[in-house]
């Protein structure tokens, strides 16, 4: 009787995370005059893609995808969601003409401020956190120079 009743517990579970649709959040770099940007889309399932994005927002190269571990990837959803409810704020900064750029995430609505610029609060510091740590398991450079050839290979990540 045990056994049967974990059993029906088990599959209830399976059937919910079955059912609950997959979150979505896109990470965006504007690039500069000497750099691409990129579009990094990670879902809630550890898995990710990115694409080099030239200034007019064209793809500059095929969807790369990647996958990131859990631990990475259920801290990125918190912190967006912390962000988001306590309204994460990013000092200015000035940029450069030439390298100067802006990078945000979007989710469920709500974009990020300029995580380009230091984070005024710990919600932002966390965000900054996540995105590199997302950006380097995606194999892309902070500035990835235009001519300098394709997108390094993604390292592995290690398991958290």
């Not at 898995?47 to 190269?61: D, E, N, P, V, Y």
Request: a positive charge; glycine letters at 8%; aromatic letters at 6%.
């Amino acid at each position: 009787m045990r056994v049967r009743a974990t059993l029906c517990a088990a599959l209830a579970i399976a059937a919910c995370v079955a059912a609950s649709p997959t979150d979505t959040a896109v990470i965006v770099n504007s690039g500069s005059t000497n750099s691409y940007g990129y579009a990094i889309q990670v879902w809630s399932d550890g898995k990710g893609s990115l694409t080099l994005k030239q200034r007019s927002g064209a793809a500059a190269s095929t969807p790369k995808p990647f996958t990131l571990s859990a631990a990475t990837t259920v801290r990125f959803f918190a912190d967006l969601a912390a962000a988001r409810k306590g309204n994460a704020k990013a000092a200015p900064c000035m940029k450069s003409a030439s390298f100067g750029s802006s990078t945000h995430v979007t989710w469920q609505g709500w974009q990020s401020p300029d995580l380009s610029c230091p984070a005024a609060d710990s919600l932002g510091d966390a965000l900054i956190r996540d995105v590199d740590a997302i950006r380097q398991a995606s194999g892309i450079n902070e500035l990835p120079l235009r001519g300098a050839g394709p997108i390094a290979p993604a390292p592995s990540e290690p398991p958290q």
